[in-house]
T-cell receptor, first 113, second 111 residues
Framework: DTGVSQDPRHKITKRGQNVTFRCDPI?????LYWYRQTLGQGPEFLTY????????KSRLLSDRFSAERPKGSFSTLEIQRTEQGDSAMYLC???????????FGPGTRLTVL | EDQVTQSPEALRLQEGESSSLNCSYT??????LFWYRQDPGKGPEFLFT???AGEEKEKERLKATLTKKESFLHITAPKPEDSATYLC????????????FGQGTELSVKP
C-alpha cells in the first residue's frame, strides 16, 4: 500500500494560465474525491468519482474547473484561466466503500501570481 | 444543512498538560465521524472513525469519544510532536459520502 500520491506538490503560475494536477489513489479504492483547502479552513469538497463516473460536482467548481478519471484509475483536475482566488491546497482522497474512511494525498499547493 | 463546528480554533498547551478538543455536528443521519491530523503543508492523516454514541477509540495519547451531538478528542500528557491541526469531519448523508469538515483546531504543545 503506497498511499495516495499527487503531482506536482507545488505549482506557481501566472493569472490566466491553465494548470493540471494528477492524483493516483490507493489501487483498490473505487471512490476518488477532490477537495480544496485555504489557510485556516478545513477542506471543502469539489467533486468525486466512483470508478470512472463523475457523480457529483460542488457549486464551488466553476466552469473553469474540469476533472477526469479515465479507466477508473488516476484522476486529473484542470483549472483553466487561473485566477488569484484559485490559490489554495488541492487535496485528493480515496476510499474503498461509501462512507468509508477517506485517505488523503499530500496535496498540490497552487499559487497564482 | 449538514454542519461541523470545532472549538477552540487554537489551543496552546505545555508539555504534559492534558486537554480536550470539541467537534459539534449537525447532520441528517450520522454515518460516522472522522478525526484527522494535519501537519503544515501536508494532507490530512486519518486517525479515528466513530460510528455510534458512546463509542471510544484510542491511539497513543489520543482518545476520541462520540455523543449524539458532538465528539471530543482528548489529549493526555501531550508532547511537542502532537502539535498539529486536528480536523473532524462527517459524511454528508445524501451526497455520495463527501466529507463535511470543521475548520480545525490548531494545537501547539510547548516543551
Amino acid at each position: 500500500d503506497t498511499g495516495v500520491s499527487q503531482d506536482p506538490r507545488h505549482k506557481i503560475t501566472k493569472r490566466g494560465q491553465n494548470v493540471t494536477f494528477r492524483c493516483d489513489p490507493i489501487s483498490e479504492h473505487n471512490r476518488l474525491y477532490w477537495y480544496r483547502q485555504t489557510l485556516g479552513q478545513g477542506p471543502e469538497f469539489l467533486t468525486y468519482f466512483q470508478n470512472e463516473a463523475q457523480l457529483e460536482k460542488s457549486r464551488l467548481l466553476s466552469d473553469r474547473f474540469s476533472a477526469e478519471r479515465p479507466k477508473g484509475s488516476f484522476s486529473t483536475l484542470e483549472i483553466q484561466r487561473t485566477e488569484q482566488g484559485d490559490s489554495a491546497m488541492y487535496l485528493c482522497a480515496s476510499s474503498l466503500v461509501l462512507s468509508g474512511e477517506q485517505f488523503f494525498g499530500p496535496g498540490t499547493r497552487l499559487t497564482v501570481l | 444543512e449538514d454542519q461541523v463546528t470545532q472549538s477552540p480554533e487554537a489551543l496552546r498547551l505545555q508539555e504534559g498538560e492534558s486537554s480536550s478538543l470539541n467537534c459539534s455536528y449537525t447532520v441528517s443521519g450520522l454515518r460516522g465521524l472522522f478525526w484527522y491530523r494535519q501537519d503544515p503543508g501536508k494532507g490530512p492523516e486519518f486517525l479515528f472513525t466513530l460510528y455510534s454514541a458512546g463509542e471510544e477509540k484510542e491511539k497513543e495519547r489520543l482518545k476520541a469519544t462520540l455523543t449524539k451531538k458532538e465528539s471530543f478528542l482528548h489529549i493526555t500528557a501531550p508532547k511537542p510532536e502532537d502539535s498539529a491541526t486536528y480536523l473532524c469531519a462527517v459524511p454528508s448523508y445524501n451526497q455520495g459520502g463527501k466529507l463535511i469538515f470543521g475548520q480545525g483546531t490548531e494545537l501547539s504543545v510547548k516543551p
